[in-house]
Nanobody, 123 residues
């Protein structure tokens, strides 16, 4: 079992930036993928970005080069740097973990989830 805890959410104006962090502990497998997901009120949870233990990444189309996912393996921390933010980026952001290196953006493929951190972007 992997425990995840997000931090770094907050309120920003459109065009601003935020960096989210996710601290991982527990049984972090050698071959794994971790991802960032978000959920806006009344909408389904959607994948934002994912990274595997080899450092390969994949992004949702709506990211459009604005976000960067990265990890600090020594500290077991996952990051999401978000720039040029838009009001449509508002939502609860979650990090998640799964065993396996295939880069997937579908929530149901992930086994462990954090509690989430709220991001609000105002126009």
């Amino acid at each position: 079992q992997v425990q995840l805890m997000e931090s770094g959410g907050g309120s920003v104006q459109a065009g601003g930036s935020l960096r989210l962090s996710c601290a991982a502990s527990g049984d972090t497998n050698r071959m794994y993928s971790m991802g960032w997901f978000r959920q806006a009120p009344g909408k389904e949870r959607e994948g934002v970005a994912t990274i595997n233990s080899y450092g390969n990444t994949r992004y949702a189309a709506f990211v459009k080069g604005r976000f960067t996912i990265s990890q600090d393996n020594a500290k077991s921390i996952l990051y999401l740097q978000m720039n040029s933010m838009e009001p449509e980026d508002t939502g609860m952001y979650y990090c998640a973990h799964r065993k396996g290196w295939v880069l997937l953006l579908t929530p149901h493929e992930y086994d462990s989830w954090g509690q989430g951190t709220q991001v609000t972007v105002s126009s």
